[in-house]
């Protein structure tokens, strides 16, 4: 799933590599658009997905974190030099030139062709295994401490959840 995410990352790139000055916006680029939309979100979803289950349940929450903040700085890291690349076509004259723009889409494309390759090494075959114990607590959902709720004091059951 990971490979053919970034196959449709990198074929929605390529598509709006088509752009031009000239050309309607909707026709060039929206199915590009699409194309990147579809497979960077499943992209997200599989890489999360594989992740977690392959971490032990005590160590959910930090791995959580981390996977987190590796997608919010890769995706700052990339946009930005996609930007730098993109504004070299405007600083190179007085006219507007979108070759920078194409640069950058075709960088895109490429570095995407490149993940969906690396993806074929690191991701494991198959489907992860279940390994569901509960909501990241290792034992199941369980008071920090007894409580009281109405008139029965709950002291180490699991609570329903609603």
């Known amino acids: 799933m990971t490979v053919a995410s970034f196959v449709l ?7 709006m590599t088509r752009i031009s000055p000239d050309a309607n916006p909707y026709v060039t680029l929206l199915p590009g658009f699409v194309l990147a939309a579809l497979g960077i979100g499943s992209a997200f979803v599989t890489a999360t997905t594989t992740t977690m289950a392959n971490i032990p349940p005590g160590e959910n929450g930090v791995a959580s974190g981390i996977i987190n903040t590796l997608h919010e700085l890769g995706g700052s890291i990339g946009m930005a030099v996609v930007s730098t690349v993109a504004a070299a076509s405007l600083a190179s004259g007085s006219t507007v030139s979108i070759g920078g723009f194409v640069s950058g889409l075709t960088l895109c494309a490429v570095v995407a062709g490149v993940a969906a390759v690396v993806s074929l090494g690191l991701v494991p ?3 992860p295994a279940a390994a569901f114990v509960g909501y990241g607590h290792g034992q199941g959902w369980w008071p920090a401490r007894p409580r009281k709720i109405g008139r029965r004091r709950l002291a180490g059951q699991p609570c329903a959840v609603p």
Do not use: E, F, K, S
């Open 125 to 127: 075959p198959g489907r």
């Open 9 to 15: 990352t990198a074929a929605g790139a390529a598509l």
